[in-house]
């Protein structure tokens, strides 16, 4: 199996390289590993290492409040963050937290070997899906402790196959895994792995901390003003957005709606704009007077986690593409959140349906009768706030129970 695993990680680099003169990501992950060797050869680091990695973006804000906790409580650590995937690299290479951000080099023995020995951790975390067969033997070979973090198992992955007990050597290989849930802990169980803590997911300590630290946007609350029906769709798409506009455009003036689209560029704003016929405003372009306008479009990035808090109710974009965008931080700030069809592979949309929080639509009349019945019965609307709130807040923690464990 082994050298099954061997062929497959070099047939996967050989396409990246045969690709890369004509393909953007192919060649940022190509020049990305070259890059790394280039900038860890003679690398000597005197303090204490901890080496976390995620395969892109979404794992990065999950290993992001580690980071954080770290640098707050164990200064004299230096952190190294390694992702697999260019968008997450991209985004990242500048976090300021991290001493060293680099692409991780393709899973052979030799480059483990040499990479590890290189950046010499103390302590490694890997974010949520990471298995990396020679990275994680070698780390075990060199009695390096390693920690997954926001981990989550399903039934369907290999380990818990007939033919897992090759996948199953590299479960061997970590010192604790941190859950999210009882079913991703009941499945190591049941192949007699017991060292797990179901901890829950670090994000949900991100959402908490961004919304407490959450800047206040005088322009949106400006718009807002004293109206209490007001829509914030988050990451939309033009699918989303034909809704929104269909609604906003078929309601009474006491809806508002704030949309921050997930494609910012001038040709999509243009084409929102061109769908409305109520008024509407860009938030870099703002008018002096807000007061007729119905529909403001947030037209910059970084701002959406601090513009949640000025609705009563949150649309996530995303859900009739690939997947829905983050809820977690529209629900931290005690709203009903709705989302698109296409949710099933994101556990805080499923729970947040379940505990009555959370509402997919299939299309705009769905939408519509869901929304009206909010607006229309209050308390129903206070107790589907309530149950978001809740949620977010009985599910942080993950964070300091980790760092408690593995920093003694």
Same mark, same amino acid.
């Given at each position: 199996?082994?050298?099954?695993?061997?062929?497959?990680?070099?047939?996967?680099?050989?396409?990246?390289?045969?690709?890369?003169?004509?393909?953007?990501?192919?060649?940022?992950?190509?020049?990305?590993?070259?890059?790394?060797?280039?900038?860890?050869?003679?690398?000597?680091?005197?303090?204490?290492?901890?080496?976390?990695?995620?395969?892109?973006?979404?794992?990065?804000?999950?290993?992001?409040?580690?980071?954080?906790?770290?640098?707050?409580?164990?200064?004299?650590?230096?952190?190294?963050?390694?992702?697999?995937?260019?968008?997450?690299?991209?985004?990242?290479?500048?976090?300021?937290?991290?001493?060293?951000?680099?692409?991780?080099? *393709?899973?052979?023995?030799?480059?483990?070997?040499?990479?590890?020995?290189?950046?010499?951790?103390?302590?490694?975390?890997?974010?949520?899906?990471?298995?990396?067969?020679?990275?994680?033997?070698?780390?075990?070979?060199?009695?390096?402790?390693?920690?997954?973090?926001?981990?989550?198992?399903?039934?369907?992955?290999?380990?818990?196959?007939?033919?897992?007990?090759?996948?199953?050597?590299?479960?061997?290989?970590?010192?604790?895994?941190?859950?999210?849930?009882?079913?991703?802990?009941?499945?190591?169980?049941?192949?007699?792995?017991?060292?797990?803590?179901?901890?829950?997911?670090?994000?949900?300590?991100?959402?908490?901390?961004?919304?407490?630290?959450?800047?206040?946007?005088?322009?949106?609350?400006?718009?807002?003003?004293?109206?209490?029906?007001?829509?914030?769709?988050?990451?939309?798409?033009?699918?989303?957005?034909?809704?929104?506009?269909?609604?906003?455009?078929?309601?009474?003036?006491?809806?508002?709606?704030?949309?921050?689209?997930?494609?910012?560029?001038?040709?999509?704003?243009?084409?929102?704009?061109?769908?409305?016929?109520?008024?509407?405003?860009?938030?870099?372009? *703002?008018?002096?007077?807000?007061?007729?306008?119905?529909?403001?479009?947030?037209?910059?990035?970084?701002?959406?986690?601090?513009?949640?808090?000025?609705?009563?109710?949150?649309?996530?974009?995303?859900?009739?593409?690939?997947?829905?965008?983050?809820?977690?931080?529209?629900?931290?700030?005690?709203?009903?959140?709705?989302?698109?069809?296409?949710?099933?592979?994101?556990?805080?949309?499923?729970?947040?349906?379940?505990?009555?929080?959370?509402? *997919?639509?299939?299309?705009?009349?769905?939408?519509?009768?869901?929304?009206?019945?909010?607006?229309?019965?209050?308390?129903?609307?206070?107790?589907?706030?309530?149950? *978001?709130?809740?949620?977010?807040?009985?599910?942080?923690?993950?964070?300091?129970?980790?760092?408690?464990?593995?920093?003694?």
């Amino acid at each position: 199996m082994t050298f099954l695993y061997n062929i497959g990680i070099a047939l996967y680099s050989f396409l990246i390289f045969l690709v890369s003169p004509f393909n953007q990501k192919a060649k940022l992950l190509r020049d990305g590993r070259k890059d790394t060797w280039n900038r860890i050869k003679g690398l000597s680091i005197s303090e204490p290492v901890v080496w976390i990695h995620a395969a892109s973006l979404g794992e990065f804000e999950q290993g992001r409040p580690i980071i954080e906790a770290l640098k707050k409580d164990y200064p004299n650590y230096k952190v190294v963050l390694t992702f697999f995937s260019p968008s997450g690299y991209e985004v990242r290479k500048n976090y300021e937290l991290a001493d060293y951000v680099l692409y991780l080099p *393709a899973d052979t023995r030799t480059n483990a070997l040499r990479f590890i020995d290189a950046i010499k951790p103390e302590k490694v975390f890997f974010v949520k899906y990471e298995f990396w067969h020679h990275y994680l033997k070698t780390l075990k070979s060199k009695s390096i402790p390693v920690y997954g973090v926001s981990m989550i198992f399903r039934k369907q992955q290999s380990f818990f196959k007939w033919y897992g007990s090759w996948f199953q050597q590299m479960l061997a290989c970590f010192n604790k895994f941190y859950v999210q849930d009882e079913v991703s802990g009941g499945l190591l169980k049941e192949i007699g792995v017991n060292n797990y803590l179901i901890a829950g997911d670090t994000r949900f300590d991100r959402v908490r901390d961004i919304a407490k630290a959450s800047a206040e946007v005088h322009l949106a609350d400006q718009f807002v003003g004293n109206c209490d029906k007001v829509i914030v769709a988050g990451s939309s798409w033009a699918p989303d957005e034909d809704i929104l506009i269909n609604y906003i455009e078929n309601v009474g003036k006491d809806v508002k709606l704030i949309v921050a689209p997930h494609e910012i560029h001038e040709e999509h704003l243009k084409q929102i704009e061109n769908k409305l016929s109520v008024p509407s405003f860009r938030l870099t372009k *703002a008018p002096q007077e807000l007061k007729n306008y119905r529909v403001m479009l947030v037209d910059t990035i970084g701002m959406l986690s601090s513009i949640y808090k000025y609705g009563q109710v949150a649309y996530i974009g995303g859900g009739f593409g690939k997947g829905i965008h983050n809820t977690l931080e529209a629900a931290t700030y005690s709203m009903p959140v709705f989302f698109g069809p296409n949710y099933k592979k994101f556990k805080e949309a499923r729970d947040l349906i379940e505990l009555g929080a959370g509402y *997919a639509i299939n299309d705009g009349d769905d939408f519509n009768l869901k929304l009206e019945e909010l607006w229309r019965n209050e308390n129903l609307m206070r107790e589907v706030s309530n149950r *978001a709130g809740q949620y977010v807040y009985k599910m942080c923690g993950a964070t300091k129970a980790i760092m408690e464990e593995v920093f003694v």
